[in-house]
């Protein structure tokens, strides 16, 4: 790790015609972090992270990626970022395996082609050609290729859209490998769980600026959320839990019917979140 943000944005904006897709958006990422950017469709993400990777110019606003500016770079910059798009390259033709064999010959110090297949678990499709494959498999394609390079910096947006529970289960075991090999990772998701289970921190876009950002287990409040307590007779917020349930049961003469004990979920937080900005 170094004390440099692998990722700052101060006042970036960017407009489509008379259309603000982000509108002065601050964000650091530290070097070895997992940053996930929440936010509701059309919120900026993707314009956000193309303007990151190079592939958007920006109409204002300071960005450094790696320590350079990414409308400004070079291929010793471009080999050490990986890359997993919405919206994969045109490759029908190719096998799997020259696929990811293609995009790996960019990268000087790149993983066998074969191994980064096994990693998202197409092994078993490495000789068919991308044009046979079904939508979720070629999700796991694209991923194969953003991390054939062993790339510094990894960014994902919406990485797992079209995964089935499993593949996305395989997928989070991935990138948290990555994360302990010291990759720095940012992607954007529509699932809550997702940024739960791999984000250091959870960043949420709103009408192209950040409203929120926090780790998933402080996001918005939440560590210091109300418990609500249920049980078959009433419900009650209480910031003492364990009191209340000893009530309860003095109360009941032993086992409370109904009991449940919640906190709000990152869900609820976000609702509440977006829900609050608009
Ligand atoms: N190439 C483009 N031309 C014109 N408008 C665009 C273009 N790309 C994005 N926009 C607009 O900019 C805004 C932000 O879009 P963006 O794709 O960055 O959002 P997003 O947060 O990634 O959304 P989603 O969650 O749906 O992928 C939207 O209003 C969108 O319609």
Redesign the pocket.
């Known amino acids: 790790m170094t004390d440099t943000p692998a990722v700052r944005i101060r006042g970036l904006r960017?407009t489509?015609?008379d259309?603000?897709?982000?509108a002065g958006l601050d964000l650091d990422v530290a070097d070895g972090e997992v940053v996930a950017?929440l936010?509701?469709?059309?919120?900026?993400?993707?314009?956000?992270?193309?303007i990151l990777e190079g592939h958007r110019d920006r109409d204002a606003g300071e960005v450094s990626v790696l320590g350079h500016d990414p409308a400004r770079t070079d291929l010793d910059w471009r080999a050490q970022i990986g890359i997993v798009t919405?919206d994969g390259g045109d490759l029908l033709e190719l096998t799997v395996r020259e696929a990811v064999g293609h995009f790996a010959h960019y990268y000087p110090r790149h993983r066998d082609p074969d191994q980064a297949i096994d990693l998202v678990g197409l092994t078993e499709k490495a000789t068919e050609r991308v044009r046979t494959l079904s939508g979720g498999q070629r999700r796991r394609l694209d991923v194969a290729i953003g991390v054939v390079g062993r790339p510094r910096l990894l960014f994902l947006?919406?990485p797992t859209t079209g995964f089935d529970p499993q593949a996305r289960r395989q997928f989070w075991a991935l990138i948290r490998r990555l994360a302990d090999e010291g990759c720095t990772i940012l992607l954007?998701t529509?699932y809550l769980e997702e940024a739960e289970a791999l984000a250091d921190r959870v960043a949420v876009?709103m009408g192209?600026r950040i409203v929120a950002d926090a780790t998933p287990a402080t996001l918005g409040g939440r560590a210091t959320a109300r418990t609500v307590v249920r049980w078959a007779d009433g419900r009650q917020e209480t910031d003492d839990p364990a009191g209340l349930i000893a009530t309860l049961t003095r109360r009941y003469g032993g086992t409370v019917p109904g009991l449940t004990v919640s906190r709000p979920s990152l869900e609820d937080i976000y609702l509440d979140l977006i829900g609050d900005a608009s």
Do not use: M, R, W
Request: aromatic residues 4%; proline residues 4%.
């Open positions: 960017k489509y015609g259309t603000v897709a982000v950017l936010g509701p469709n059309g919120a900026g993400k993707t314009t956000t992270i193309e919405q947006d919406e954007s529509h876009i192209g």
